[in-house]
T-cell receptor
Framework: NAGVTQTPKFRILKIGQSMTLQCAQD?????MYWYRQDPGMGLKLIYY???????DKGEVPNGYNVSRSTTEDFPLRLELAAPSQTSVYFC????????????FGQGTRLTVV | KQEVTQIPAALSVPEGENLVLNCSFT??????LQWFRQDPGKGLTSLLL?????REQTSGRLNASLDKSSGRSTLYIAASQPGDSATYLC??????????FGQGTILTVHP
């Protein structure tokens, strides 16, 4: 049982480049999330999805885009990478509305230089 | 806007001590309160989930309490061990399962 899988684990981008962070879950969860964690800080919500075809902004969405074409996958797209996007990115999923446990991936450590 | 604060930011204790980590939140309209453990360079592992209608949850040496009226949660760790060394994060759950995190408490348990 893989849970939540994120790829890649590490990536270095140059300013202005673009990339997609992949996230997949095999628990048939409806809800999926992207968070970022800056050094010494808690996690902040970037985007979330309550089901295939439905996405919405979180607290810090600027500079990112998401899509949810299937229940399993929730990729995060960075366009025109900036140094401020250097962070660790976590994908998470949960079964339903607000009352269930969240499961997290191992994270993607992104550096923009 | 929900804000979550954790105190202390760091804690160093000798092995065997009982300890308490504190978490406070500003909006009592939370669905649940989750405690997570994060090891260096790793993802988050869920430790305990307390629903808004519950007062506490226990798992092994861990006990978490929730007082919505005062906006506080505590994580109690009994008989601490070096393997408990990690960062502990609390998060308030709201609509659509969204989580608002505290900044974490870095725990070091030394032999």
């Amino acid at each position: 049982n893989a849970g939540v899988t994120q790829t890649p684990k590490f990536r270095i981008l140059k300013i202005g480049q673009s990339m997609t962070l992949q996230c997949a879950q095999d628990m048939n969860h409806n809800y999926m999330y992207w968070y970022r964690q800056d050094p010494g800080m808690g996690l902040k919500l970037i985007y979330y999805s309550v089901g295939a075809g439905i996405t919405d902004k979180g607290e810090v969405p600027n500079g990112y885009n998401v899509s949810r074409s299937t229940t399993e996958d929730f990729p995060l797209r960075l366009e025109l990478a900036a140094p401020s996007q250097t962070s660790v990115y976590f994908c998470a999923s949960s079964y339903g509305q607000g009352h269930t446990e969240a499961f997290f991936g191992q994270g993607t450590r992104l550096t923009v230089v | 806007k929900q804000e979550v604060t954790q105190i202390p930011a760091a804690l160093s204790v000798p092995e065997g001590e009982n300890l308490v980590l504190n978490c406070s939140f500003t909006d009592s309209a939370i669905y649940n309160l989750q405690w997570f453990r994060q090891d260096p360079g790793k993802g988050l592992t869920s430790l305990l989930l307390i629903q808004s209608s519950q007062r506490e949850q226990t798992s092994g040496r861990l006990n978490a309490s929730l007082d919505k009226s005062s906006g506080r949660s505590t994580l109690y760790i009994a008989a601490s061990q070096p393997g408990d060394s990690a960062t502990y994060l609390c998060a308030g759950g709201t609509s659509y399962g969204k989580l608002t995190f505290g900044q974490g408490t870095i725990l070091t348990v030394h032999p």
